[in-house]
């Protein structure tokens, strides 16, 4: 397996774009995580689904951010408009099972962004 | 949810077990402990994960107190590849916290 696909690997922009992440999990995981990351916070968790379903989305910053799941092999991340303090390395995780049962999730490579 | 502590820096000679210790004092029954590690500009990657027994696999061994308020990762021979940030996690749902984990750097 290719692991957890994550596109783009880097992205830049100026303040006030859309910016769109996308994630490619691994086939068969019925979870799917996304997360930031920054030197001031660490990793926090955005939201996750299961079954392509929206579970917890209390993570996610404020409007400006969106996730959409439409099938089990794909997921975005959208932010409207983009901020300088968005800049961050966004990482994507899936994995089988609930964490609840004691499984293990697996990351993608991340998506370092950029807000000028 | 237990907090975890973790020294924020340990050093390994290059071949020797590296031995990594966490502090969860406030574990309850049903809380797994998560190890994961960060190696520079990558994705965490997960090393191991345990209930109540010692746990080990091909990269790691995981040793839980009877008690279950601390535990212990063991790398038995490090390489300079297992240089990174080393996360130790209780929880007992989907939402991982991680902290700000060990630095493990591991030297020749």
């Known amino acids: 397996d290719a692991g957890v696909i994550q596109s783009p690997r880097h992205e830049v922009t100026e303040m006030g774009q859309e910016v769109t992440l996308r994630c490619k999990p691994i086939?068969?995981?019925?979870?799917l995580f996304w997360y930031r990351q920054t030197m001031m916070r660490g990793l926090e968790l955005l939201i996750y689904?299961?079954?392509?379903?929206?579970?917890?989305d209390s993570g996610m910053p404020e409007d400006r951010f969106s996730a959409k799941m439409p099938n089990a092999s794909f997921s975005t991340l959208k932010i409207q408009p983009s901020e300088p303090r968005d800049s961050a390395v966004y990482f994507c995780?899936?994995?089988?099972?609930?964490?609840?049962?004691?499984?293990?999730?697996?990351f993608g490579p991340g998506t370092r962004l950029t807000v000028t | 949810d237990a907090k975890t502590t973790q020294p924020p820096s340990m050093d390994c000679a290059e071949g020797r077990a590296a031995n990594l210790p966490c502090n969860h004092s406030?574990?309850?029954?049903?809380?797994?402990v998560y190890w994961y590690r960060q190696i520079h500009s990558q994705g965490p990657q997960y090393i191991i994960h345990?209930?109540?027994n010692n746990e080990t696999n091909e990269m790691a061994s995981l040793i839980i107190t009877e008690d279950r308020k601390s535990s212990t990762l063991i790398l038995p021979h490090a390489t300079l590849r297992d240089t990174a940030v080393y996360y130790c996690?209780?929880?007992?749902?989907?939402?991982?916290?991680f902290g700000a984990g060990t630095r493990l750097t591991v030297k020749p």
């Open positions: 996690i209780v929880r007992v749902g989907n939402d991982m916290r």
């Open positions: 689904f299961n079954n392509n379903v929206p579970i917890d």
């Open positions: 995780a899936s994995s089988l099972a609930s964490l609840v049962v004691g499984v293990e999730q697996y």
């Open positions: 406030t574990i309850s029954g049903n809380e797994y």
């Open positions: 345990g209930l109540k």
């Open positions: 086939s068969g995981h019925d979870y």
